[in-house]
T-cell receptor, first 114, second 118 residues
Framework: KNQVEQSPQSLIILEGKNCTLQCNYTVSPFSNLRWYKQDTGRGPVSLTIMTFSENTKSNGRYTATLDADTKQSSLHITASQLSDSASYICVVSASTGGSYIPTFGRGTSLIVHP | DVKVTQSSRYLVKRTGEKVFLECVQDMDHENMFWYRQDPGLGLRLIYFSYDVKMKEKGDIPEGYSVSREKKERFSLILESASTNQTSMYLC?????????????????FGPGTRLTVT
């Protein structure tokens, strides 16, 4: 069964600090991996997408990495801001027609304190 | 900009009522999805549709039904609402699936409907 595991479940950091969120997956055969940001009371919004051949992708202060061999991804947030407080969701899609529905992780809840 | 709208942000219904949640997208996307999101469980797929009048069950379809009469609109129906259906409901849409590669393009989410069943 395809699974996506995220860690930590929640994280509290001080404004200005960096942090790294982890995502491990067993989705196979792998097609792509997305990180979404979900603000409280809102729908998720895509931050980055990576395919098999990509091992890093940046979007401003957000940098995602992918190791397809170990089936791990990380999302690194640099110089955190209060507006980074949100849930971050890792989503992995398979590459064959039989299983084209993306598999969602449960998310990491990030709180940035002033 | 892709826009996915949901009919209500907040909804309160009584046990046993029939509930309709509406979702509309304006980007001519073929695929539409309904998820529910609960603390600690993440997003769980209820139903999805890849074409008008087509629907497929997701992971947790029990107690729900859907309707897709027009391409832009996907409705979620709770036939007889129960308290365990209190949740955040999220609708999403995406462009065509590349069936050869099975790759699903980016999903765009609506703002969500927080449903409380009392």
């Amino acid at each position: 069964k395809n699974q996506v595991e995220q860690s930590p479940q929640s994280l509290i950091i001080l404004e200005g600090k960096n942090c790294t969120l982890q995502c491990n997956y067993t989705v196979s055969p792998f097609s792509n991996l997305r990180w979404y940001k979900q603000d409280t009371g809102r729908g998720p919004v895509s931050l980055t997408i990576m395919t098999f051949s990509e091992n890093t992708k940046s979007n401003g202060r957000y940098t995602a990495t992918l190791d397809a061999d170990t089936k791990q991804s990380s999302l690194h947030i640099t110089a955190s801001q209060l507006s980074d407080s949100a849930s971050y969701i890792c989503v992995v899609s398979a590459s064959t027609g039989g299983s084209y529905i993306p598999t969602f992780g449960r998310g990491t809840s990030l709180i940035v304190h002033p | 900009d892709v826009k996915v709208t949901q009919s209500s942000r907040y909804l309160v219904k009584r046990t046993g009522e029939k509930v309709f949640l509406e979702c509309v997208q304006d980007m001519d996307h073929e695929n539409m999805f309904w998820y529910r999101q609960d603390p600690g469980l993440g997003l769980r797929l209820i139903y999805f549709s890849y074409d008008v009048k087509m629907k497929e069950k997701g992971d947790i379809p029990e107690g729900y039904s859907v309707s897709r009469e027009k391409k832009e609109r996907f409705s979620l129906i709770l036939e007889s609402a129960s308290t365990n259906q209190t949740s955040m409901y999220l609708c999403a849409s995406s462009s065509s699936i590349d069936r050869d590669r099975g790759e699903l393009y980016e999903q765009y989410f609506g703002p969500g409907t927080r449903l409380t069943v009392t």
